[in-house]
């Protein structure tokens, strides 16, 4: 049964740091690209990252993550991280980790692509 499990979110001041760490199981991570996504209230879920089994190519959507958060992978532990740094209120959401129906990332991100989620963290950023 594959399986995605997150954790590392939290409550942090605006401009700290956190962690994201998407544990797998059920499934290799040789075989899946993996995204995190985030939602917050009253909005669409977007995808935020994704990084590629096939070659490790990582893709950042939203512009205003990008030098700020960072994704990666450690196949030993069959885990996935998202290190989010400076980071700002805007950024609050309940992050997902998803894998996706290949073992590759698009240029492009959709939802619908990704076929295993798991149940979401909590990240608020707030003074």
């Known amino acids: 049964q594959l399986q995605l499990v997150e954790s590392g979110g939290g409550l942090v001041q605006p401009g700290g740091s956190l962690r994201l760490s998407c544990a797998v199981s059920?499934?290799?991570?040789?075989?899946?690209?993996i995204g995190w996504f985030r939602q917050a209230p009253g909005k669409e879920r977007e995808g935020v990252s994704c990084?590629?089994?096939?070659?490790?190519?990582?893709?950042y959507y939203v512009d205003s993550v990008k030098g700020r958060f960072a994704i990666s992978r450690d196949s030993a532990k069959n885990t996935v991280y998202l290190q989010m740094n400076s980071l700002e209120p805007e950024d609050t959401a309940v992050y997902y980790c998803?894998?996706?129906?290949?073992?590759?990332?698009?240029?492009?991100?959709?939802?619908?692509?990704?076929?295993?989620w798991g149940q979401g963290t909590q990240v608020t950023v707030s003074s």
């Open positions: 059920g499934f290799t991570l040789d075989y899946y690209a």
């Open positions: 990084i590629s089994s096939s070659d490790g190519r990582t893709y």
């Open positions: 998803a894998a996706r129906n290949w073992d590759y990332c698009s240029a492009y991100v959709y939802v619908k692509d990704y076929a295993y």
